[in-house]
């Protein structure tokens, strides 16, 4: 069982299209166990059509909409809950175009984060790459051109500092390897759930990564927060079930904003600025929002700011990155040809 899940797992793009073909069913009228059949017949990619043909045996054999979402094992629990919120609120379509939306700026916020992390480290395996060959191939060449012109009687300190560039090259190469090496098997760890809590605990700690951190909680706590509220759920069932899709650190701040609800009867703006979910303009867009009955627009509206801000967030971090990676380089290469070079040069000026 747990291989077939592996197996027909859904990502954050599929699901998205997946949730705006169903609303497109909605609006259109059209029963969805002949829509997800129709879907099944013209899908090529033979997973996908195995998950909509699970889905449309469960859907023709009756079962509530949410349950034949759930038993094809492909999808992921929030959207089964809000599959059943939407089915039992009579609001399906709102909910799966808002879902739509949702998976879209999770897909979007995963291809992000995969490109800031991928051409850095091309870069970093170019950087080994370079370095090994001036190492192993290029300086090797220097050192039996000064051997074959000193004949021996080149002086000590000419010759210390050809062996310490020789030596210095190679710890640097080995150095670079056993990053490159972590960094695959960071990113390894990342495509497992375990691994990915593991690392993100990790990052949570490092700065600027901290804050991009949590800005992406944010922004998905928004998210959810907007999806929840355009399906019409109470506002601390919505608190209490976004829980589940942001860190142990938000989490606990949640749990604080629904006390406030609770127990103070704070209304929903103060009760996040009260527990440092969110502050400034703001607090001040939730508060008109939820004197005007918008309040699930503006929330949205903040989500949205927030994907632009981890965007340009991300953008930052990759370009101090690689500029950071082109100078050490540079540093490397310099170093390492200099301590080669020198020596060399230092001879033939002698000879001459």
Same mark, same amino acid.
């Given at each position: 069982?747990?291989?077939?899940?592996?197996?027909?797992?859904?990502?954050?793009?599929?699901?998205?299209?997946?949730?705006?073909?169903?609303?497109?069913?909605? +609006?259109?009228?059209?029963?969805?166990?002949?829509?997800?059949?129709?879907?099944?017949?013209?899908?090529?990619?033979?997973?996908?059509?195995?998950?909509?043909?699970?889905?449309?045996?469960?859907?023709?054999?009756?079962?509530?909409?949410?349950?034949?979402?759930?038993?094809?094992?492909?999808?992921?629990?929030?959207?089964?809950?809000?599959? *059943?919120?939407?089915?039992?609120?009579?609001?399906?379509?709102?909910?799966?175009?808002?879902?739509?939306?949702?998976?879209?700026?999770?897909?979007?916020?995963?291809?992000?984060?995969?490109?800031?992390?991928?051409?850095?480290?091309?870069?970093?395996?170019?950087?080994?790459?370079?370095?090994?060959?001036?190492?192993?191939?290029?300086?090797?060449?220097? *050192?039996?051109?000064?051997?074959?012109?000193?004949?021996?009687?080149?002086?000590?300190?000419?010759? +210390?500092?050809?062996?310490? &560039?020789?030596?210095?090259?190679?710890?640097?190469?080995?150095?670079?390897?056993?990053?490159?090496?972590?960094?695959?098997?960071?990113?390894?760890?990342?495509?497992? +759930?375990?691994?990915?809590?593991?690392?993100?605990?990790?990052?949570? &700690?490092?700065?600027?990564?901290?804050?991009?951190?949590?800005?992406?909680?944010?922004?998905?706590?928004?998210?959810?927060?907007?999806?929840?509220?355009?399906?019409?759920?109470?506002?601390?069932?919505?608190?209490?079930?976004?829980?589940?899709?942001?860190?142990?650190?938000?989490?606990?701040?949640?749990?604080?904003?629904?006390?406030?609800?609770?127990?103070?009867?704070?209304?929903?703006?103060?009760?996040?600025?009260?527990?440092?979910?969110?502050?400034?303009?703001?607090?001040?867009?939730?508060?008109?929002?939820?004197?005007?009955?918008?309040?699930?627009?503006?929330?949205? *509206?903040?989500?949205?700011?927030?994907?632009?801000?981890?965007?340009?967030?991300?953008?930052?971090?990759?370009?101090?990155?690689?500029?950071?990676?082109?100078?050490?380089?540079?540093?490397?290469?310099?170093?390492?040809?200099?301590?080669?070079?020198?020596?060399?040069?230092?001879?033939?000026?002698?000879?001459?």
């Amino acid at each position: 069982m747990a291989k077939d899940k592996k197996l027909l797992l859904l990502n954050s793009q599929e699901i998205s299209a997946f949730c705006g073909q169903i609303a497109m069913f909605e +609006r259109g009228g059209v029963p969805l166990y002949e829509g997800t059949a129709e879907l099944a017949d013209e899908m090529e990619d033979v997973r996908l059509k195995e998950v909509l043909n699970k889905l449309h045996e469960g859907i023709s054999e009756n079962l509530p909409i949410y349950k034949a979402v759930e038993e094809t094992k492909a999808f992921p629990e929030y959207m089964v809950y809000m599959t *059943k919120i939407g089915e039992e609120t009579g609001n399906l379509e709102a909910v799966m175009d808002s879902l739509e939306g949702f998976y879209a700026r999770e897909a979007s916020l995963k291809a992000g984060i995969k490109s800031a992390v991928t051409f850095p480290m091309i870069l970093f395996g170019i950087m080994t790459a370079v370095m090994m060959v001036l190492v192993f191939k290029i300086s090797p060449m220097f *050192k039996e051109m000064f051997d074959e012109i000193a004949g021996g009687n080149a002086a000590d300190s000419s010759e +210390r500092l050809m062996n310490t &560039g020789m030596i210095a090259g190679k710890v640097c190469v080995f150095i670079l390897l056993a990053l490159f090496l972590l960094m695959i098997v960071i990113l390894l760890l990342t495509k497992t +759930r375990i691994g990915g809590k593991f690392i993100g605990r990790l990052t949570t &700690g490092i700065s600027p990564l901290k804050k991009i951190s949590r800005v992406i909680q944010k922004g998905r706590l928004m998210s959810s927060l907007s999806l929840m509220l355009r399906s019409g759920t109470p506002m601390d069932e919505a608190l209490e079930n976004v829980e589940m899709g942001v860190s142990a650190e938000y989490a606990g701040k949640i749990k604080k904003a629904r006390k406030f609800i609770s127990e103070e009867n704070a209304n929903f703006s103060d009760a996040l600025k009260k527990a440092d979910i969110t502050s400034g303009m703001e607090n001040v867009m939730l508060s008109v929002g939820e004197k005007s009955g918008t309040l699930d627009v503006v929330v949205e *509206k903040i989500a949205k700011q927030y994907d632009e801000e981890i965007s340009e967030a991300l953008d930052g971090v990759t370009t101090r990155l690689e500029t950071l990676l082109v100078i050490v380089l540079s540093v490397m290469v310099a170093a390492v040809l200099i301590s080669v070079m020198l020596p060399l040069t230092s001879v033939i000026s002698s000879i001459s």
